[in-house]
T-cell receptor, first 114, second 114 residues
Framework: DAGVIQSPRHEVTEMGQEVTLRCKPISGHNSLFWYRQTMMRGLELLIYFNNNVPIDDSGMPEDRFSAKMPNASFSTLKIQPSEPRDSAVYFC????????????FGQGTRLTVV | AQSVTQPDIHITVSEGASLELRCNYS??????LFWYVQSPGQGLQLLLK??????LVQGIKGFEAEFKRSQSSFNLRKPSVHWSDAAEYFCAVGGPEYGNKLVFGAGTILRVKS
């Protein structure tokens, strides 16, 4: 298996633009997590899905952030409009089952908003 | 609040010396406990995990960790550190008592001097 695939690996955008981050979980995994990593705040859980349904989005910072999982093999995290403080590395992770197994992480998307 | 504490932000050890990274979690009778490692520019890789049973668990790369319920701790150890172990290490806790979310500590950066 290719593992969790995230795209793009790097994104540089101007403030105010829309940004869409993509994630393809491992086949057969039915839980998916989006994390944001910054020096100041470490790893923060933004949202997680189980069987394509959002279970907990309490970590989503504000309405500018939205996430979808239209099917078991694809998820997006969208920021609209983007701001410089959104600059971070965004990770996607997937797990087989609701929980209890190993979380497999993608390589991350490094987002820079200028 | 749900939290994981890694009290050491940075640790420096000599190559060949032993290592112990500390981790404490805030609550839970049956937490699921994990240690992940992150190399620069990479995603997180699972070193080891504890769900139940033997409180001393073995992981990859010669790492082990011991769950001590009385101390709410899950410290990571390695008898002899190699230069390639230099990375950032994250402790995480999850499971039903944590809403099936995976909560990470702030991380410990390990430097290895030759």
């Amino acid at each position: 298996d290719a593992g969790v695939i995230q795209s793009p690996r790097h994104e540089v955008t101007e403030m105010g633009q829309e940004v869409t981050l993509r994630c393809k979980p491992i086949s057969g995994h039915n839980s998916l997590f989006w994390y944001r990593q910054t020096m100041m705040r470490g790893l923060e859980l933004l949202i997680y899905f189980n069987n394509n349904v959002p279970i907990d989005d309490s970590g989503m910072p504000e309405d500018r952030f939205s996430a979808k999982m239209p099917n078991a093999s694809f998820s997006t995290l969208k920021i609209q409009p983007s701001e410089p403080r959104d600059s971070a590395v965004y990770f996607c992770a997937s797990i087989r089952g609701a929980f209890g197994g190993e979380a497999f992480f993608g390589q991350g998307t490094r987002l820079t908003v200028v | 609040a749900q939290s994981v504490t890694q009290p050491d932000i940075h640790i420096t050890v000599s190559e060949g010396a032993s290592l112990e990274l500390r981790c404490n979690y805030s609550y839970g009778a049956t937490p699921y406990l994990f240690w992940y490692v992150q190399s620069p520019g990479q995603g997180l890789q699972l070193l080891l995990k504890y769900f139940s049973g033997d409180t001393l668990v073995q992981g990859i790369k010669g790492f082990e960790a011991e769950f001590k319920r009385s101390q709410s701790s899950f410290n990571l150890r390695k008898p002899s550190v190699h230069w390639s172990d230099a990375a950032e290490y994250f402790c995480a806790v999850g499971g039903p008592e944590y809403g099936n979310k995976l909560v990470f500590g702030a991380g410990t950066i390990l430097r290895v001097k030759s």
